[in-house]
């Protein structure tokens, strides 16, 4: 069923993948109110606790799905059972010109360059303060504002962490998407030990104000990076008492891009779908190696079946997330990957 849904949503726009993003988002939002008879059929109960947060189960929404949070009620109905919004900035900003989103249907893939595009970190703060906080963990992933110079970058996440702090059950640090200029710099070692230095400050701070302990603060990471570049990050991770990794975010590798779509290749943006699959694995085994397994990971990326899903858990994911896997195979991947982790 879910196929001949897909049809008619991959026609939204005249084809525009992100006519149909948006189109689908707002549905659903509308929609929320009455989805609870489907949650009960898709939702499934299978809770682990990761880094001091219980979720009902390990399967979550990834960040960009709904990055300004309008259709927050309906994603646990979906079967999710936490839901990560953002990528969000300090700064209100429209993102990269469009067309900025495409499918490439063979390959089960995507490329974006959607640039952050974002209502800002209050407008967000408005609407989780007017009761659109979902029923299963929020996680919230801050990034940099594009007009802010990398220099001061740190000060610009900051601001996104306080403002919202109030309500995330965790929040990730994206340091790692290809489509703001100079971001992924700061993935090195004196760049990131800076922010995450200051960052961790931060959630203690707050955290006294509320008299409660510091929210997770999670690292996301590119595939891109070499395996002593991402040593050298899970050291500063470490360093700082970072509570976890999110591996990985797209990738700027064009390796297992259909025939059919090989006219979509020289778009710029982020790789994401099925031929991230193999990598996104590697990246988290790496990660649970070289930790020793004391550091959770957050599997994501190319995760199109319960295989997929399966594999990550294996090679060390604590809990796993979909993006494009979700798009390709709707509600009951959600579901089927649920059902193999009770």
Known sequence: MYKLIRRGL?????????VAHHRTTAILAKAAPVLGPLGK????????????????????????????GTALHAW???????????????????????PRLFRLVDSEALINRMGFNNSGADALAGRL??????????????????????????????????????YGDYFAVNVSSPNTPGLRGLQDRSALSELLAELTLECKALAERERSTPRPLLVKIAPDLTDEAIAEVLEVCDEHGVSGVI????TLS????????????????GLSGRPLTVRAREVVSF?????GGS????????????????????????????????????????????????
């Open 254 to 269: 064009r390796e297992g891009i259909a025939p059919a779509d090989q006219h979509l290749a020289s778009e710029t943006g």
């Open 295 to 342: 550091l959770p990971i957050i599997g994501v990326g190319g995760i199109m079946d319960t295989d997929d899903a399966a594999r990550m858990f294996d090679a060390g994911a604590s809990l796993v997330q979909l993006y494009t896997g979700f798009i390709y195979g709707g509600p009951g991947l959600v579901r089927r990957i649920g059902r193999s982790r009770r």
């Open 247 to 250: 591996a990985t975010n797209t």
């Open 76 to 98: 646990p109905a979906l079967g999710f059972g936490f839901v990560e919004v953002g990528t969000v900035t300090a700064i209100a900003q429209p993102g990269n010109p469009k």
């Open 41 to 68: 059929v898709l939702t499934v109960d299978a809770p682990v606790t990761v880094f001091g947060v219980r979720f009902p189960n390990p399967v979550g929404l990834a960040a960009g799905m709904d990055k300004d």
């Open 287 to 291: 990660v649970h190696k070289q930790t």
């Open 10 to 18: 991959f026609r939204f726009g005249g084809g525009d993948a992100e």
């Open 129 to 166: 303060l007017a009761g659109r906080k979902p029923k299963v963990p929020l996680g919230i992933s801050i990034g940099k504002s594009k007009v802010v110079p990398v220099e001061q970058a740190v000060e610009d996440y900051r601001k996104s962490l306080r403002t919202l702090y109030p």
